[in-house]
Nanobody, 120 residues
């Protein structure tokens, strides 16, 4: 079993910054892709940013130039630095990890979600 624990959400004013963290623990051999998704009320969950083990990244168009995803493979942790936040960034943010366990089985895991609220 693998657990993802997120932290760093909160309330911030427009133009402010937040940094989200997500640490994975448990039966982990290696983590392939890690990512951040978000879900606003009444909307579908959407990909915000993803990062491969190699460090290759991809971003949603709406956050390019404002958000930066990074990871520490030694700590099985992924980060999301969010700058110049806008009210439309308000959502619950979820961490995702594609984990290969010691039996080489690949599974997708999700964090519990952390609320980000941007006030106008």
């Amino acid at each position: 079993q693998v657990h993802l624990v997120e932290s760093g959400g909160g309330l911030v004013q427009t133009g402010g910054s937040l940094r989200l963290s997500c640490a994975a623990s448990g039966s982990i051999f290696v983590i392939n892709t890690m990512g951040w998704y978000r879900q606003a009320p009444g909307k579908q969950r959407e990909l915000v940013a993803g990062i491969k083990r190699s460090g290759s990244t991809n971003y949603a168009d709406s956050v390019k130039g404002r958000f930066t995803i990074s990871r520490d493979n030694a700590k099985n942790t992924v980060y999301l630095q969010m700058n110049n936040l806008k009210p439309e960034d308000t959502a619950v943010y979820y961490c995702n990890a594609q984990v290969v366990d010691v039996f080489t089985v690949v599974n997708d895991y999700w964090g519990q979600g952390t609320q980000v609220t941007v006030s106008s």
